[in-house]
């Protein structure tokens, strides 16, 4: 049984050799990579999301996990109270200090439309992000909890026993599938 992931041919992808998307995973229409990008199993990465902080960094996506429309994720941010915005010319650098950091996604996170995550940010199993939110650089997450807001609050606890049982159910029809195949 095949399923290889469904990669849009509109996308732009800045690291190409460092960019990888597991089985059955989707990538939709126009997002934008610029960081070294590992997408799990069984992803979805929606429309208009773009992932980005440059070459150097990681952004990392656990089993089961989706990131909705219009989501921005960011490895790397200027420091808006100290840095110059601005691109210097190829061949002349400047320091900035700017926010940097890999972001990752355990297994069976979402992260909901139009919300933003800073640099150096882990979210482990498990946890919700709702639209709209501001996720800070390093936050500290408790798994399975819901946070949203602008910055982002825990809300609640996500049920946990209910999606390891779907997740659990998927992978049992996965593995069904693959033997009646063959």
């Not at 059955?24 to 199993?41: E, H, L, Q």
């Not at 882990?122 to 399975?144: K, M, R």
Request: with cysteine; charged share 20%; hydrophobic share 40%.
């Amino acid at each position: 049984m095949d399923f290889a992931p469904i990669i849009s041919k509109n996308i732009r992808c800045r690291v190409p050799d460092a960019f990888s998307v597991g089985e059955g995973s989707v990538i939709d229409d126009f997002c934008y990579f610029s960081t070294k990008v590992a997408v799990g199993r069984f992803c979805h990465v929606a429309n208009n999301v773009s992932i980005a902080g440059g070459g150097d960094l990681q952004f990392t996506m656990g089993d089961y996990s989706a990131v909705s429309a219009g989501a921005r994720i960011w490895c790397a941010s200027d420091d808006f109270n100290c840095d110059l915005a601005a691109l210097g010319p190829p061949g002349l650098s400047f320091t900035k200090k700017g926010l940097r950091g890999d972001v990752s996604l355990g297994e069976c996170v979402i992260v909901g439309s139009n919300s933003v995550i800073l640099p150096d940010n882990t979210l482990p199993e498990g946890v919700a992000i709702g639209a709209l939110s501001l996720v800070p650089a390093a936050y500290e997450f408790e798994p399975w909890a819901l946070y949203a807001g602008v910055p982002i609050r825990k809300i609640r606890m996500r049920d946990r026993e209910e999606i390891e049982r779907q997740r659990d159910g998927l992978e049992a029809g996965l593995a069904s599938l693959r033997e009646s195949a063959g």
